[in-house]
């Protein structure tokens, strides 16, 4: 059974930076895709980032130029770096993994911005 679990969430001020980590149980390079949704109060889960196997990588309008996206395979971690931070991206933050038809997630870690 395959495991992510995230980490590195917690309370800031606006414009601080955090990171993301996601922590699989195994090989990410098995992935054909991994990556950051978040859900907000009375909002859909949408899509933050995503990292595919050869490296490209994907963005939601609303974080591009402050998110970034990468992964250690060695480390077989996917994280999420936020930077200057808004209210707006306070969420809980879901990581993901696709392979396939196959699709996991993990049980999210929570973002809020706060002054």
């Known amino acids: 059974q395959v495991q992510l679990v ?15 980590a ?9 992935f054909n895709v991994m990556g ?11 899509l933050v980032a995503e990292i595919y196997s050869g490296g490209f990588t994907n963005y939601a309008d609303a974080v591009k130029g402050r998110f970034t996206i990468s992964k ?3 480390k077989n971690t996917v994280y ?3 930077n200057s931070l808004k209210p707006e991206d306070t969420a809980i933050y879901y990581c993901y993994a696709f392979r396939g038809p196959n699709q996991y997630w993990g049980q999210g870690t929570q973002v809020t ?3």
């Open 72 to 74: 250690d395979n060695a």
């Open 22 to 30: 996601c922590a699989a149980s195994g090989s990410i390079s098995l």
């Open 80 to 82: 999420l770096q936020m």
């Open 113 to 115: 911005v706060s002054a």
């Open 36 to 46: 950051w949704y978040r859900q907000a109060p009375g909002k859909q889960r949408e």
């Open 6 to 20: 995230e980490s590195g969430g917690g309370l800031v001020q606006p414009g601080k930076s955090l990171r993301l």
